[in-house]
């Protein structure tokens, strides 16, 4: 094509993992999300490219599927944005299709899929560096003349063949009037078989048989029906056991950090109100949610490493059986996870289920998966309940039985609500492609630890500010003339709101001050660790020491008004379990009822998980108390 005629808009279209969002960042320059698994893109991106001669380009990276037919929702949108039926965006002028080098056969298939839409086409050979590790010889230029299309081999993660592919793109080859291997047939797929078989055949030259990769090999251990699991449960136990053992330093430099801050502000300013805002107020508050960064960092640093490993497409593989006995298939594998960061990309991850039942139960319980929003709250709570022996595998083991505690009582839900909605008209095939192993990719690992660290600071700094700021004028208006502390807080606005809660919350074991926490966390729930800040700040202030205490030493040692400590280890899990099922996210609720097309469903779905979780809470409690644990 011609510099007059280049096209303004182009479309990366490919297999889920071939590796599109790698080359829409190199093209781009843009930070999107990218994961060695499928499924990690599922709407349209939008982005900006220029040519060798500086044209600017509009490029969009579509969601990954394996073929046009728009059996699932993210099909429907590829297919969509390539024939200019997607509301809001132009019908691209060319497809950059991009295929996995190493596996031709699977994604050549999607590749005659488009050329049959008669839009230019150009072939973005990628992972050409996997490919020849495998012992595979490719010929580009046998595949460009059987197809009539360029044919640019790269390798997008180092931003080789970039240049060639600019090239490419500017001059693609004109589309062709037909598909020949499509002409006169009722159904062209067989016909398109046929074709894949006779590329791969002409275009690639395969090692011999008995030749074993080195994913072959460590497949052979992490794939095996014994081994595989063992490995998969070591590797998560390792991950829960290294947050509580590496973040322990930093965290306690930021206490510190924040505790000698509110110190210097104390001594700097008279005492009044504006002093008790900052202190209690904006430092205590926000300080409760800042100490666990380190332990948040950790964590997604650990998932963008196995995210880039390519390990997580074989834990869905292992996860497949499993999750057949819940009614799923391993494509909610993927959802799921993805759930455990933030339940909003979760839900909308559910764009590459087939199935529509199996999607909507897909998205009921993914607010069940821990998200790093808990996290503040287990971090806070997990510690109380072994006290000094923080960083232990103790801890470690506490952690992974909550995490197991919220997935397996999802699967028992999502069993039975699958037989309430009835088998699907088709039956649904779990297709997973699984990819070479490789190495990290640390400047995508770190800008993606990086954004989220600052996504979770910046909601420290806008959001918990702002609740932090109201939750202090409520514990501290209407005032009192008494200097007892804890009238004080009884007189409060929000003394006045736990008296209301407390017979509501107490068969939990909690008491008035923690069922105000726990109300307040619905609006988000790290704001549960904020609130205890500001209200047991109130209630020690009379003791300059405990003041200047952690939070968690300021809760071990808080009691009802006969002595009694509050926090027992029973107290605890109830909490812990009321965190673990109760829906706490609005935003999540919107996404919900946008992707399910029904409020009733988020509706429900929000009325299900908090009495499930006020339930379960009530009988943890009240059994423990039962057997003498309480």
């Known amino acids: 094509m011609s510099e007059s005629a280049s096209p303004e808009t182009i479309a990366l279209v490919g297999n889920p993992n071939a590796g599109k969002t790698t080359l829409f960042n190199a093209l781009t320059k843009s930070i999107e999300r990218v994961g060695n698994y499928a ?36 099909e429907k949108v590829a297919r969509d944005a390539l024939t200019g039926q997607l509301a809001g965006t132009p019908k691209p002028a ?30 973005a050979l990628n992972m050409v560096d996997v490919a020849e590790k495998q012992g595979l010889r490719l010929d580009p230029a046998k595949l460009s003349e059987e197809l009539n299309v360029p044919v640019v081999p790269i390798q997008a993660n180092a931003g080789k063949g970039l240049l060639d592919l600019k090239q490419a793109i500017r001059h693609p080859f004109p589309p062709a009037a037909a598909s020949p291997w499509a002409q006169g047939q009722e159904d062209p797929e067989p016909a398109r078989r046929a ?53 322990g330093i930093p965290m306690g430099w930021i206490e510190t950090g924040l505790g000698n801050l509110g110190q210097w502000v104390e001594g700097a300013m008279p005492d009044g109100d504006l002093r008790s805002l900052l202190v209690d107020g904006v430092i205590g508050g926000v300080s409760g949610v800042l100490v666990f960064l380190p332990q948040i960092v950790l964590l997604f640093l650990f998932i963008g490493l196995l995210e880039s490993s390519g390990y997580m497409a074989r834990a869905a593989y292992l996860m497949d059986g499993f999750m057949a006995k819940a009614g799923l298939s391993g494509k909610a594998f993927l959802p799921l996870f993805s759930a455990h960061a933030c ?14 039942k199996e999607r909507l139960v897909t998205i009921f319980i993914a607010p069940w998966m821990s998200c790093s929003a808990r996290l503040p709250v287990y971090f806070l709570l997990v510690p109380l309940l072994i006290h000094r022996q923080e960083g232990s595998w103790l801890q470690a ?58 996504a979770f600071v910046a909601k420290a700094g806008t959001v918990i500010l702002g609740l932090s700021i109201l939750l202090w004028a409520l514990s501290t208006y209407p005032k009192t003339d008494s200097e007892e502390s804890g009238e004080k807080l009884a007189h409060s606005a929000m003394g006045r709101i736990g008296h209301v809660i407390e017979p509501v919350v107490k068969p939990l074991g909690f008491d008035g001050r923690t069922g105000t926490a726990i109300l307040t966390s619905f609006a988000a729930r790290e704001v549960f660790n904020t609130t205890l800040g500001v209200i047991f700040h109130v209630e020690e202030s009379d003791d300059e020491e405990a003041t200047r205490g952690a939070l968690r030493d300021k809760l071990a040692t808080a009691t009802w008004p006969d002595g009694r400590p509050l926090f027992t280890p029973l107290t605890v899990v109830s ?40 339930v379960a809470s009530l009988l943890v409690f009240q059994l423990g108390r039962m057997f003498g644990l309480g």
């Open 39 to 74: 499924g990690v893109t599922v709407a349209v991106k939008e982005g900006e490219m220029f040519t060798p001669h500086g044209q600017k380009l509009r490029v969009l990276d579509l969601p990954g599927c394996y073929s046009l037919r728009a059996h699932s929702p993210d």
């Open 94 to 123: 060319l497809a950059v299709c991009v295929v996995d080098a190493s596996n031709l056969e699977r994604h050549l298939n999607l590749v005659l899929n488009v050329i049959e839409l008669g839009l230019p086409v150009v072939i």
């Open 195 to 247: 074709m894949v078989a006779r590329l791969c055949e002409v275009a690639v030259r395969r090692p011999d048989a008995h030749q074993q990769t080195v994913s072959d090999k460590l497949d052979s251990v992490l794939l095996h029906p014994v081994f595989g699991w063992v490995a998969f449960l070591a590797i998560m136990f390792a991950v829960f056991w290294s947050i509580f053992s590496f973040a």
């Open 343 to 356: 339940a909003i990309p979760g839900v909308m991850a559910t764009r590459t289920i087939d199935s529509a």
């Open 397 to 454: 083991a506490i952690l992974f039985g909550i995490y197991s505690t919220g997935i397996l009582t999802a699967f028992v839900v999502a069993r039975l609500l699958r037989a309430r909605l009835g088998p699907d008209k088709q039956p649904n095939h779990f297709m997973l492609e699984l990819p070479p192993y490789r190495g990290p990719q640390w400047g995508y690992i770190f800008r993606h630890v990086a954004d989220r660290a600052w």
């Open 575 to 614: 909490l812990l379990v009321f965190y673990i099922y109760a829906l706490q996210c609005l935003p999540t609720s919107a996404v919900v009822a946008r992707e399910a097309g029904s409020w009733k469903w988020a509706a429900g779905q929000f009325v299900f998980m908090s009495g499930f979780a006020y």
